[in-house]
């Protein structure tokens, strides 16, 4: 079976890497690019739809996969709607690709998530409990609207990362990659599949996207790729009281959490709109202190693999020992900003 989910996959990242050809054609031939600015890294105009690749040929291979292998019937499950799943995911690929083509203003943006949030929880896939040391803790009413502030986190986390050459991508595919193994250690089938797609599609983008790029993912790549990953971290929560799939995306997005929450307090503190585009991002400043792009990605991806793999660690030990290890990467997390921090002001 695991080897029917690589080949869907590998499927998935030769779809995505064809459409490259007329989703790069059409962008260079309407002009919708990515134009440099003061506060960007590239230094010609990329174009930005490469989110097309990734949701054309996730849902494409998704489709393909439900209606010619019957066995998968057997391993979705009953528990959230199908079409919700889909509309979902889509409503985040359409609102990323209307800001990318048109710009949609920040509080508009924020309130459609927070209504894809709503229409995740309402499908189906609601986070209505957690456990912390052994005891769970239910959230009642109030799972509709948790769940729907953990979708519009993924969303704007995904986002965020997104601001330099394979990225995002990049911690995306790891992501996927531990989501893709430990689904199959706890059996959640459907996950196994799920994962397999979208780390396909982000596989046949990343070979354009990789620096130098040829081609940017857009906010309907990051808005797609985050709600889905939202969607399959509560899949998993379905399978396995461990929350292992809750585990591993929230500790491989501490750090873009982080910063996200570093640059808010900043823009606070500034009395600036907590909006506003800026340069002051974590891949921005170890631009500043010296590192090059790809050795920025390395550190990042080698953080992240870090990350993950005690997020596994953190999973399979339950509530005995999950805070502790949560803590250290909370302490790993401000150290780093910290020795950042020292390095600028040298």
């Known amino acids: 079976m695991i080897w029917m989910f690589l080949f869907y996959g590998a499927i998935a990242a030769l779809t995505s890497a064809i459409l490259f050809f007329p989703v790069n054609y059409?962008?260079?031939?309407?002009?919708?690019?990515?134009?440099?600015?003061?506060?960007?890294?590239?230094?010609?105009?990329?174009?930005?739809?490469g989110g097309v690749m990734i949701f054309v040929a996730f849902i494409a291979i998704y489709y393909l996969a439900q209606n010619t292998n019957q066995m998968l019937s057997f391993i979705r499950p009953k528990t959230f709607s199908e079409i919700g799943f889909i509309f979902c995911g889509s409503a985040a690929f359409l609102l990323g690709i209307l800001d990318d083509l048109i710009g949609i203003r920040a509080l508009q943006k924020l309130t459609i998530q927070l209504a894809i949030g709503f229409g995740v929880a309402m499908s189906g896939l609601a986070i209505h409990s957690v456990n912390v040391l052994g005891y769970p803790i239910e959230f009642g009413v109030l799972s509709y609207l948790i769940t729907a502030l953990w979708v519009v986190a993924l969303l704007n986390a995904v986002n965020l990362i997104d601001g330099m050459d394979g990225l995002a991508a990049g911690i995306m595919m790891i992501a996927l990659g531990f989501t893709f193994v430990v689904s199959i250690i706890e059996g959640a089938f459907f996950v196994t599949l799920i994962s397999g797609i979208l780390f396909g599609g982000l596989l046949g983008f990343y070979i354009f996207n990789f620096p130098p790029a040829k081609i940017f993912m857009g906010d309907s790549g990051s808005y797609f790729i985050g709600c889905m990953y939202a969607m399959i971290a509560m899949m998993g929560m379905k399978?396995?009281?461990?929350?292992?799939?809750?585990?591993?995306?929230?500790?491989?997005?501490?750090?873009?959490?982080?910063?996200?929450?570093?640059?808010?307090?900043?823009?606070?503190?500034?009395?600036?709109?907590?909006?506003?585009?800026?340069?002051?991002?974590?891949?921005?400043?170890?631009?500043?202190?010296?590192?090059?792009?790809?050795?920025?990605?390395?550190?990042?991806?080698?953080?992240?693999?870090?990350?993950?793999?005690?997020?596994?660690?953190?999973?399979?030990?339950?509530?005995?020992?999950?805070?502790?290890?949560?803590?250290?990467?909370?302490?790993?997390?401000?150290?780093?900003?910290?020795?950042?921090?020292?390095l600028e002001k040298k």
């Open 26 to 49: 059409f962008a260079k031939k309407f002009n919708w690019l990515d134009i440099p600015n003061d506060r960007k890294i590239h230094k010609k105009p990329i174009p930005r739809l």
């Open 239 to 342: 399978k396995t009281s461990m929350a292992i799939m809750m585990a591993i995306p929230f500790v491989l997005l501490l750090l873009p959490m982080a910063d996200i929450i570093y640059i808010t307090f900043r823009r606070i503190k500034k009395k600036e709109s907590i909006f506003k585009a800026d340069k002051n991002h974590i891949h921005h400043r170890l631009l500043n202190i010296g590192l090059s792009v790809r050795q920025i990605i390395a550190l990042t991806y080698l953080v992240c693999i870090s990350f993950g793999l005690i997020g596994i660690l953190i999973a399979l030990t339950g509530g005995k020992y999950g805070l502790i290890f949560f803590f250290l990467i909370m302490c790993l997390v401000m150290a780093g900003f910290w020795v950042v921090r020292i």
